[in-house]
């Protein structure tokens, strides 16, 4: 679109126009949240778009089921209970990392589409594309895990982005393949990062109780905008005189996931288990090395009765 509407004012109306037009629509597409209806009372609503998503899934909506339901007020814990919780603390300081790195490396890699050789609307374009397959991999997480696809795709997007470095010092700079060689890497890099971060929000929300939930996921979402700022900064202010400006952004990117990925290692898997509800349950989800789900590691207590509780 940039490409057609080279004034930033023309193009700036029409992509607001755009996404007004998105959002409108899907406010009438979306469903709402059946659990918030349930405690607002409003079964007969819930209950529709519990059978059509029952529907979709293939699977059968049990006959009063809703009517069961017995709703309860969740309990009030303060954020400062995460004080007295250094299990959580640790998950928290180490989600906050991958949230700097991954904002730094995902906004970083766009900005610096016009330090590459090339076409800086093909840079943009190959960088934007490679959103579509990142996305599908996230369909991949049911059945492998949130860890193991996240390390891996991080990895991945790190490893990409510090081969640029061999490029710089092993290839021959007057040589076009060079520059494509450059490119190619970075998009690639590009792809392992976007996965990543389609990735860590679901993994950051699943971690954390359901009590402190927003909160924390808040708390990572305000630590990713410092990995934003930095971004600019490494793709325009930095300059090594032995590394090229078209390379030595995307080996601090590299370098960064690379850290990022280490840093989850102690994380644990949430595929496949009981999520917690309170900071007590949230402190018996262990940290570990492990890149699958042990249910026997934690697993909420069954209900003594069949009442389904909200």
Not at 63 to 68: F, N, Y
């Amino acid at each position: 679109m940039a490409f057609f509407l080279r004034d930033w004012r023309h193009l700036q109306i029409t992509i607001s126009a755009l996404l007004f037009l998105l959002a409108f629509t899907l406010f009438w597409c979306l469903p709402e949240s059946p659990r918030w209806l349930l405690t607002k009372g409003r079964k007969k609503i819930a209950e529709k778009i519990l059978r059509r998503t029952a529907r979709i899934n293939g699977t059968e909506f049990p006959e009063g089921l809703v009517e069961k339901v017995e709703i309860k007020k969740p309990p009030s814990t303060s954020a400062r209970a995460l004080l007295h919780a250094p299990n959580l603390m640790i998950k928290l300081l180490l989600i906050i990392v991958n949230w700097i790195v991954i904002d730094m490396a995902y906004y970083g890699i766009f900005l610096h589409a016009g330090n590459m050789s090339g076409n800086l609307y093909l840079n943009v374009l190959f960088y934007s594309l490679v959103e579509f397959p990142a996305c599908a991999l996230c369909f991949t997480i049911d059945r492998f895990g949130r860890k193991r696809p996240y390390i891996m795709c991080v990895v991945i997007g790190g490893l990409s982005c510090l081969s640029t470095l061999l490029v710089q010092y092993y290839a021959s700079d007057e040589l076009e393949s060079t520059k494509y060689t450059k490119i190619a890497l970075s998009v690639v890099g590009k792809l392992g990062v976007s996965a990543a971060y389609c990735i860590l929000y679901i993994w950051s929300i699943e971690i954390f109780p359901t009590v402190i939930r927003n909160f924390c996921l808040g708390v990572g979402a305000v630590f990713a905008g410092v990995g934003s700022i930095l971004s600019p900064i490494i793709v325009r202010d930095l300059k090594v005189e032995s590394i090229g400006k078209d390379t030595l952004p995307l080996v601090i990117f590299g370098a960064m996931s690379i850290f990022g990925a280490i840093c989850t290692i102690p994380l644990p898997e949430t595929a496949k288990r009981d999520l917690p509800e309170t900071i007590a349950d949230a402190e018996k989800f262990p940290l570990g090395l492990k890149c699958t789900a042990d249910d026997s590691e934690y697993q909420k207590p069954p209900l003594v009765d069949e009442t389904t509780r909200v």
